[in-house]
Nanobody
Framework: QVQLVESGGGLVQPGGSLRLSCAVS????????MGWFRRAPGKEREFVAS????????DYTDSVKGRFTISRDNAKNTVYLQMNSLKPEDTAVYYC????????????WGQGTQVTVSS
């Protein structure tokens, strides 16, 4: 089992920044990829970014490239999402998720943290 707990959400003005954290516990050695997803009101959940836990390879959805940065601290078992130049359309509940081994799907999910971008 793997447990994920997000933190760092809040209210920020357009153009501002936030850093989300995802603390990973349990069978952390089994995690191969960590991802961030978001669900905006009235919309489906969408992929935001991912990072492999060993090679550090990253991937981003086009709408956040150049603004968001995903990183990891393996010693702290924590994954971060640095969000800069935030826009109102970034408003959503943000979830972190974990892939296990070579499984293609994300098996574990956090409870989510609300990010609201508004003036």
């Amino acid at each position: 089992q793997v447990q994920l707990v997000e933190s760092g959400g809040g209210l920020v003005q357009p153009g501002g920044s936030l850093r989300l954290s995802c603390a990973v516990s349990g069978r952390t050695f089994s995690v191969s990829v960590m991802g961030w997803f978001r669900r905006a009101p009235g919309k489906e959940r969408e992929f935001v970014a991912s990072i492999s836990t060993r090679g550090g390879n990253t991937d981003y959805t086009d709408s956040v490239k150049g603004r968001f940065t995903i990183s990891r601290d393996n010693a702290k078992n924590t994954v971060y999402l640095q969000m800069n130049s935030l826009k109102p359309e970034d408003t959503a509940v943000y979830y972190c998720a974990a892939k296990i081994g070579f499984l293609p799907e994300y098996s574990y999910w956090g409870q989510g943290t609300q990010v609201t971008v508004s003036s």
